[in-house]
Every structure is written in structure tokens, then in C-alpha cells.
Nanobody, 127 residues
Framework: QVQLVESGGGSVQAGGSLRLSCAAS????????VGWFRQAPGKEREWVASIYTDGFSTYYADSVKGRFTISRDSAKNTVYLQMNSLKPEDTAMYYC????????????????????WGQGTQVNVSS
């Protein structure tokens, strides 16, 4: 079992930055791959980025590439999502998710690829 707790959400103006954190505990193997997803009201959950245990294998959705950076501090069992140049369309509930391995097909992952989920942290970007 893996427990995930997100933090760092908030409200920011367009062009601003936020850093989300995802603290993992429990089965280390089960959190070898950590991903960030987001879900806006009335929309499907959208994959944002993933990172593997080595900290170097990272994957991004095209919509955030060049603006968001995923990283991890293995000593703290924490994964971060640095979000820069935020846009109003980035407004959503952001969730972190974990699985034993990263599944990336055609440059993207799916919610079904992850077993463990956090409760989410809200990000609001105003224009």
C-alpha cells in the first residue's frame, strides 16, 4: 500500500508560479513511478507528467511541456511539480498518483495506469 498526500495548491494570477508537493509513504516499490493528473469541473482527469524512481526519466503532456517540471527527492519520498507561466486553463484539482512502473504509450499515461491516488490539491489561475 502507498499513501499519497498533496500540498501546495492555491490561487495565482496568470503568468505566476506554484510548486505542488506529493509526499509518499508505505510501499517504496509501489511508488517507483509517480504521476500528476488534473481534473477541471466537467472534464475528464488529464495526465500531466510522470517521473520514475531514478529521477531522470520524466514524461510530460504536450499542454504543459516547457512550463511544468516534475522532480523528486528520494530522501524525502516527495515528488514536486513546479508550475510556471500558469494559464487560466491550468485551473483544476491536481492529483498525484503512484504505481510500481511508468506506463507511457504514445507519449502519455492514463489514470488506469496508476493504483494509488492522493486526495488532490486545488489550483486556481485567474486572468
Amino acid at each position: 500500500q502507498v499513501q499519497l498526500v498533496e500540498s501546495g495548491g492555491g490561487s495565482v494570477q496568470a503568468g505566476g508560479s506554484l510548486r505542488l508537493s506529493c509526499a509518499a509513504s508505505g510501499d517504496t516499490y509501489g511508488s517507483s513511478c509517480v504521476g500528476w493528473f488534473r481534473q477541471a469541473p466537467g472534464k475528464e482527469r488529464e495526465w500531466v507528467a510522470s517521473i520514475y524512481t531514478d529521477g531522470f526519466s520524466t514524461y510530460y503532456a504536450d499542454s504543459v511541456k516547457g512550463r511544468f517540471t516534475i522532480s523528486r527527492d528520494s530522501a524525502k519520498n516527495t515528488v514536486y511539480l513546479q508550475m510556471n507561466s500558469l494559464k487560466p486553463e491550468d485551473t483544476a484539482m491536481y492529483y498525484c498518483a503512484a504505481e510500481g512502473f511508468c506506463t507511457v504509450v504514445a507519449g502519455r499515461s492514463r489514470a488506469a495506469d496508476f493504483r494509488y491516488w492522493g486526495q488532490g490539491t486545488q489550483v486556481n489561475v485567474s486572468s
